[in-house]
Nanobody, 117 residues
Framework: QVQLVESGGGLVQAGGSLRLSCAAS????????MGWYRQAPGKEREFVAA????????NYADSVKGRFTISRDNAKNTVYLQMNSLKPEDTAIYYC??????????WGQGTQVTVSS
C-alpha cells in the first residue's frame, strides 16, 4: 500500500516562494501521472498541476500558470512543486496524488501553505 507524504509548506509573505515535496513509500510512482491539488478553508479540493509520466509534459490550473512548476525525480520517487510569486489566495493545504486516473492513492496529510499579505 502506498503512502504519500507531503512536506515543505509553511508561512510566507506574498511574493515569496516555497518548494513542496511529495514522497511515496510502498511503491514507485513509475508509470503514474502525478499531480498536486489544494484545498482552502471552506472550499473543495482543486487541481493545481500535473506531470505526465511518459512524456514529462506538464499542465497547470490557470490560477497558477507562470508561477508554479511541477517536476519529478523518479529515482527518489518524489514529486515537487516550486511555487513562486505566492499570493494570499494560494493559502491552502496542498496534497499530491494521481491525475488522469479512475482511482487515487490513499490521500496523505497534506502540507499547509499560508501566504500573508
Amino acid at each position: 500500500q502506498v503512502q504519500l507524504v507531503e512536506s515543505g509548506g509553511g508561512l510566507v509573505q506574498a511574493g515569496g516562494s516555497l518548494r513542496l515535496s511529495c514522497a511515496a513509500s510502498g511503491r514507485t510512482f513509475s508509470g503514474f501521472d502525478m499531480g498536486w491539488y489544494r484545498q482552502a478553508p471552506g472550499k473543495e479540493r482543486e487541481f493545481v498541476a500535473a506531470i505526465i509520466w511518459y512524456v514529462g509534459r506538464t499542465n497547470y490550473a490557470d490560477s497558477v500558470k507562470g508561477r508554479f512548476t511541477i517536476s519529478r525525480d523518479n529515482a527518489k520517487n518524489t514529486v515537487y512543486l516550486q511555487m513562486n510569486s505566492l499570493k494570499p489566495e494560494d493559502t491552502a493545504i496542498y496534497y499530491c496524488n494521481r491525475v488522469n486516473a479512475d482511482w487515487a492513492f490513499p490521500w496523505g496529510q497534506g502540507t499547509q501553505v499560508t501566504v500573508s499579505s
